[in-house]
């Protein structure tokens, strides 16, 4: 029985109103009723994880992340990720999250993760990690790709939080699960999910129903769209 989770969707929902939060799902259907999947979302802000959740609301689904273990020895938010079953990642001991994962995903539990790790400041999808790649593989369950665009304009890396701002729109697109043809690499299954998340990210950023107000917000625009976000550096996946 969901004793946690429930509650803190509710009240999400409910912040989402009081701010007019503009929201948009586009693709949900996507997202299997039942079964496990992996759900792989681009990384823009410290709020993605919220509204990665929101996008699995219409197939009645709950999402369990993947998050850093720092988050669950924090007094406040430790029992509620706790609670709502998310899964801590350490990262000096990985096995045993990527373990308490592949167990979540063969219960039939969707897992979120963010295979870019951290926030892309470029607002563009870095150098994927090949986790979630190897956990559908492993775990024999689809690969979905969903982009979020917006958050990153209430807090995001390097900028100070505005989690009061109002009529911000925030758009999730979720893409069809990335084919994993037998014998494929995970290398070659991220390879094609950074493809994936690059398409609906550019998506969701041509669709966005606003602009910079002046030049001093083109902050949060990618360079390639005009924005002052910084350009991309190059990384390796791993």
Known sequence: MELVYPPVVALAKTMFRV???KIQIEGAE???ATGGAVLASNHSSYLDFIYCGLGAQPA?????FMAKKQVFDHKISGPLMRGMRHIPVDRKAGTAAFREAIEALKRGEIVGVFPEATISESFTIKGLKSGAARMAQEA???LIPMAV???HRLWTKGRKKELTKR???VLIK???AVEMPEGATPEAITAALKVRLAGLLDAVQKAYPEQPSGPDDRW???AHLGGTAPLPQPTAAI
Do not use: A, M, Q, T
């Open 19 to 21: 701010l007019d939060n």
């Open 30 to 32: 996507h997202i299997p």
């Open 60 to 64: 009645k689904r709950l999402v369990r």
């Open 140 to 142: 024999g369950v689809p």
């Open 149 to 151: 665009w917006g958050p």
């Open 167 to 169: 009529h911000v729109p």
């Open 174 to 176: 979720i893409g069809e």
């Open 220 to 222: 949060w625009l990618p």
